[in-house]
């Protein structure tokens, strides 16, 4: 995981050196190279053996991108993933439970713990704009792919933190945190305000992670992950909002 941040944060540096060689002509009949900053959310529905564990979740983040003046897209890219509903609630923890499915912390009452879906997916991304149906050539059907690394687990929280055996690393024996190479896919349309001041994104994104238990043995249930091998599935909707790194064409100016 050090060597992927180590990569992200060096193409993200490369992406900023090329900064200073960018001039500025008219994006409304121009092709254009330009630099940009871009930030997204996305509702998503889980597929794969994701489906068996989580319900619908969001996810949120941004990065840095450059687009060329063929409409090439390369950039980096974080997203955090978060959700509220976890399937297996009422077998998670089982080995700590009542017979009224109650976990007691240390003063001897009903603890309260609430379980959430965490992760992130980091990735670099690349694509191309093909420019239809837009009003300039630096708009229209955009079409992009990414490969990275997606990470997900159950988040356990309690309440007070009062129940001893959720304390620390004991929480992860019960996280089912699970990770690994991923693909995305997004077909949608990207947007250039002619005046550089709405520039946005919007369409169809579909994850597939190959994801591996990080877990060796469940506390729980005391065995490893019945799924060694997992196939998980996003499918939703992304917006995003761009910020483009223009310099100004110089003003004209006028002899007479």
Known sequence: MKHLKIVFFLLTVSL???LKSFGQTDIADTTIHVPMFFFSYSYQVPGGDLADRFGNNS?????????????WIFGVELNYIFGTE????DELMG?????SGQIIDQAGNFGIVNNYERGYFASFKFGKVIPVLSPNPNSGILL?????????KIRIEVTDNNIPQLQDDYKRGYDRLAGGITLSQFVGYIFFSNSKLANFYGGFEFTEAFAKPKRKVNFDTLLPDPVSKRFDLFMGIRLGWMIPLMRRMPEKVYYY
Do not use: C, M, V
């Open 16 to 18: 900023f050196g090329f």
């Open 59 to 71: 996810s949120a983040g941004g990065g840095f991108q450059w687009k060329t003046n063929t409409n």
């Open 86 to 89: 976890i399937k297996i609630e």
């Open 95 to 99: 080995n700590l439970r009542t017979g």
């Open 144 to 152: 992009t792919g990414s490969i990275g690394y997606l990470q997900h």
